[in-house]
């Protein structure tokens, strides 16, 4: 499966942004997806997942409640909605897909990504 990562942009601090994924190449609904992020001279980590059917999702405490993940395997599409964003969540983000059932946050577990899109919180 092929992923291409967009919706990235410059947003002030306490503004909104939201990113999709895409995919194409495979049956979609049968990869779990996630977003990872990473932050200039920083390793990349986990943000977000989201499971086959959309039923199952896992966040990083570090964006519990103010980031949303959700999928519609109708469109062979994931989103990310960020509210609420800080300069910290500054970075470039990346969905990634695994054949896992259940959604998981170890890198390791997913086998595609995609390119980044850069989303850039000013202050």
């Known amino acids: 499966v092929q992923l291409q990562a967009y919706g990235g942009g410059l947003v002030q601090v306490g503004g909104s942004l939201r990113l999709s994924c895409a995919a194409s190449?495979?049956?979609?609904?049968?990869?779990?997806i996630a977003w990872f992020r990473q932050a200039p001279g920083k390793e990349r980590e986990f943000v977000a997942a989201?499971?086959?059917?959309?039923?199952?999702?896992y966040y990083a405490d570090s964006v519990k409640g103010r980031f949303t993940i959700s999928r519609d395997n109708t469109k062979n599409t994931v989103a990310l909605q960020m509210k609420s964003l800080k300069p910290e969540d500054t970075a470039v983000y990346y969905c990634?897909?695994?054949?896992?059932?259940?959604?998981?946050?170890?890198?390791?577990?997913?086998?595609?990504w995609g390119q980044g899109t850069l989303v850039t919180v000013s202050s």
């Open positions: 989201i499971s086959r059917s959309g039923g199952s999702v």
């Open positions: 190449g495979g049956t979609f609904s049968r990869y779990s």
């Open positions: 990634a897909a695994s054949q896992r059932v259940l959604p998981a946050s170890a890198r390791n577990l997913y086998d595609f």
